[in-house]
């Protein structure tokens, strides 16, 4: 029973899983900034394309 509850001390105060966790919360954050702004980016691209066609 001993080495239970030591296992569980240890587990509760292993910082690992929340660190992952943070990382990959900052990972899915950057990924959408990323998206979105390639996205905007990519609208922006083909407006201006569209624009140079029709002027031409």
Partial sequence: MKS???KVQRFLVSE???TAV???VMLALIVIVCLTA???IGTAASTQFNNI???I
Wanted: net charge negative; glycine share 6%; aromatic share 6%.
């Fill in 22 to 24: 943070e990382y990959a």
């Fill in 38 to 40: 390639i996205q905007s």
């Fill in 4 to 6: 239970l509850a030591k």
């Fill in 16 to 18: 690992d899983g929340p």
């Fill in 53 to 55: 066609a029709a002027s």
